[in-house]
């Protein structure tokens, strides 16, 4: 079992049920997802971009992840419709939180001149957004067999549909944010 489910359970649902004052196990937020997107610009020339891109997204979240195909033509971008441009994965159970633990923990320290997640990234629904602008701070990539670096979108979906009840769930995980 993942280090940070059984850390969830054991001190992250007491804590959130005294803090934010709710009585009933399962009315305390939790994790439902996270997914993670790498979208390729450069794909509309060359479709080995989007192979490389869906082996970094498997490299690093430990599961396979998918070509993502473009819903309408755009003649300005040279896309069209059904085309590859991008790779994506779908976390959940045990590999999100062994994902989160890596990412928390490993990634994040490692990106150059971190100051911390900005609070203002959430949705409104309880959802949390970020961008990481380099694919190279997972240990999992070998800096030496990448020809691009590319910037990955990690959403994080909660269960509750309040900003402050997520807020208060991911920063029980860690989360850096700004102050």
Do not use: C, W
Not at 99 to 120: C, E, M, T, Y
Not at 140 to 163: K, P, Q
């Amino acid at each position: 079992m993942a280090r940070l489910k059984d850390y969830y359970k054991e001190k992250i649902i007491p804590e959130l049920k005294k803090s934010l004052g709710i009585k009933n196990d399962l009315e305390v937020p939790s994790l439902k997802k996270i997914v993670l997107n790498m979208g390729m610009g450069e794909a509309t020339s060359d479709s080995k971009y989007v192979k490389q891109a869906v082996d970094e997204l498997t490299q690093i979240s430990g599961q396979k992840a998918v070509a993502t195909t473009a819903k309408k033509s755009v003649a300005s971008f040279k896309v069209r419709q059904g085309q590859k441009i991008g790779a994506m994965v779908t976390l959940r159970g045990e590999r999100m939180y062994e994902f989160l633990d890596r990412l928390v923990n490993i990634a994040l320290p490692r990106v150059r001149d971190f100051r911390g997640l900005p609070k203002k990234s959430f949705d409104g629904n309880g959802n949390y957004s970020f961008g990481i602008k380099e694919q190279i701070v997972f240990p999992e990539i070998a800096v030496g067999n990448i020809d691009n670096i590319h910037g990955l979108d990690v959403i994080v979906v909660t269960s509750t549909s309040s900003d402050e009840r997520a807020a208060a769930l991911l920063k029980a995980f860690n989360f850096p944010f700004m102050n």
